[in-house]
C-alpha cells in the first residue's frame, strides 16, 4: 500500500529539512525536554527518543549518546524480538502453540512439564521462574546460554500451566531453543536473519555481533535489577556493561538495537507488512491470549492499554526493559514511541522514559 511505502521511506530517514524539523520537535517537545533535563542533571548519562506519527518521524539523542543511532541494551524488549525470529517457524507449520515442549525437548518431564506447550512458554503461564536459582552463579562462572538452557529443564513449574500468570525468562528462553532446535541455527544468527535482516535493522545485534563494546552505550548499574549484579562490587566481570553479558544474546535480555530500529519492528506489526511473519501472524502476535483476570499478553508482547502510556488505546503493543528502556505502537493514533535510557527502570520512580512516553501519548491524540 501507498502510505506503508511511504512509512518505510520515513523510517530510513534519519534526517529532514529544518522547517519540518522544528516543526516535530514542538509536538513531541515536552518529551524531549524530559530527556534534556534529565541528561543536564546527570541522572542519565545517555537517551534517545524516537516517534513516528502517521506519516512523520522525530529521532533525538540526548547526553552522551552519540547520534540517534546509538545503540543500547534493551532488556525484556529483547523478548518480542526474538519470539518473532522464531514465529517464522510457525508459519511454515513446523510447530504449533499447542505443541508440548517434551515434544522438541524430551527431558523436559515429571513434575507436570509435560503439560506445558509452547504457547504458555510465550504467554507467560508456564509456571516457569522468572530467573533460576542460581543465576548470579551462572553469570558469574560466564555460563553458556546451554548452561542456562539446561537449568530450566530442571527446574520444575512452581504451578500448573494455564492456571496462572508469572513472569518467565527462562520460558522465552525455552522457546528460543525450541526455535533452535527446529531450525538448526543458533538464536543470535536467527534473530539476524529473521528480524534485522529483513527489516534494515542495521544497528542492532544479537549480543555484539559485528560491534565492539565500544559501539555501544553503557548501562548505569546503581539501582539496577539484582540479576544484572546490581551491588554486587565482584559482578562486573558479569554484569550488564561485561564483555561476557553483552555478547551472550540471551533471547530474555540481550538484544543491542537504535531507537530508530526498535520503530522499524514495531512498525512491521503495526501495519502487518508481512517482512517477518505474515499478517495473520502479526495480529496473532499482538492480541491477547490470556484469560480474564491474567496479565495480558500476546506472543512475547505486552498488548493492551497497559502496555503502552496513559491514554493509550487497547491495540497497543509493546515491552519494557530494566534496562532502561521503554516502547509501544498504538495503531489507534498510527504512534510507535521508543524511549531507550541507560537509566535502569529500578533507579528511578517515576522513570524519566514514563514521563517523556506519557506526553508522547498525549500529544499524539491531539
Not at 545503540?71 to 508440548?100: H, T, W
Request: a positive charge; aromatic letters at 8%.
Amino acid at each position: 500500500m501507498k502510505r506503508r511505502t511511504f512509512l518505510a521511506t520515513v523510517l530510513a530517514a534519519t534526517t529532514a529539512s529544518p522547517l519540518l524539523a522544528a516543526v516535530r520537535k514542538q509536538r513531541w517537545g515536552k518529551a524531549a525536554d524530559v530527556l534534556e533535563k534529565s541528561t543536564a542533571n546527570k541522572q542519565i548519562d545517555a537517551a534517545v527518543l524516537h516517534v513516528v506519527h502517521k506519516q512523520q518521524a522525530f529521532t533525538q539523542a540526548f547526553g552522551t549518546a552519540a547520534s540517534g543511532d546509538a545503540m543500547f541494551l534493551l532488556g525484556s524488549i529483547s523478548k518480542p524480538i526474538n519470539v518473532a525470529a522464531v514465529m517464522p517457524l510457525f508459519d511454515q507449520g513446523k510447530f504449533r502453540l499447542e505443541d508440548r515442549v517434551q515434544k522438541y525437548l524430551p527431558q523436559f518431564k515429571g513434575d507436570g512439564r509435560e503439560q506445558v506447550t509452547i504457547g504458555h512458554l510465550l504467554t507467560h503461564v508456564s509456571g516457569l521462574p522468572d530467573q533460576l536459582e542460581n543465576n548470579n552463579d551462572l553469570r558469574r562462572s560466564k555460563a553458556s546460554l546451554d548452561a542456562f538452557v539446561e537449568g530450566a529443564i530442571r527446574t520444575p513449574p512452581q504451578f500448573k500451566p494455564g492456571t496462572r500468570y508469572q513472569y518467565s525468562s527462562m520460558g522465552i528462553l525455552l522457546a528460543a531453543r525450541i526455535g533452535e532446535i527446529i531450525s538448526g541455527t543458533d538464536i543470535k544468527t536467527l534473530v539476524h536473519q529473521q528480524v534485522f535482516k529483513p527489516l534494515g535493522m542495521k544497528h542492532s545485534a544479537q549480543g555484539l555481533g559485528r560491534f565492539k563494546l565500544s559501539d555501544l552505550v553503557p548501562c548505569q548499574m546503581e539501582g539496577a535489577a539484582p540479576e544484572s549484579g546490581s551491588g554486587d562490587p565482584q559482578a562486573k566481570e558479569w554484569n550488564w556493561n561485561s564483555p561476557y553479558w553483552r555478547n551472550l544474546g540471551a533471547p530474555w535480555g540481550g538484544t543491542h538495537c537504535s531507537a530508530a530500529d526498535v520503530g522499524r519492528f514495531l512498525a512491521e506489526f503495526m501495519y502487518r507488512r508481512g517482512q517477518v511473519v505474515k499478517p495473520e501472524t502479526a495480529r496473532l502476535m499482538t492480541r491477547n491470549h490470556n484469560p480474564a483476570g491474567f496479565k495480558a499478553r500476546g506472543l512475547g508482547f505486552d498488548v493492551g492499554a497497559e502496555a503502552g502510556s496513559p491514554g493509550c488505546s487497547e491495540e497497543t503493543f509493546g515491552h519494557t526493559g530494566s534496562t532502561g528502556t521503554l516502547c509501544w505502537a498504538d495503531p489507534a493514533t498510527e504512534t510507535i514511541c521508543v524511549v531507550l535510557t541507560s537509566l535502569p527502570r529500578r533507579a528511578a520512580n517515576p522513570h524519566p522514559r514514563a514521563i517523556a512516553a506519557e506526553y508522547v501519548a498525549a500529544a499524539a491524540r491531539q
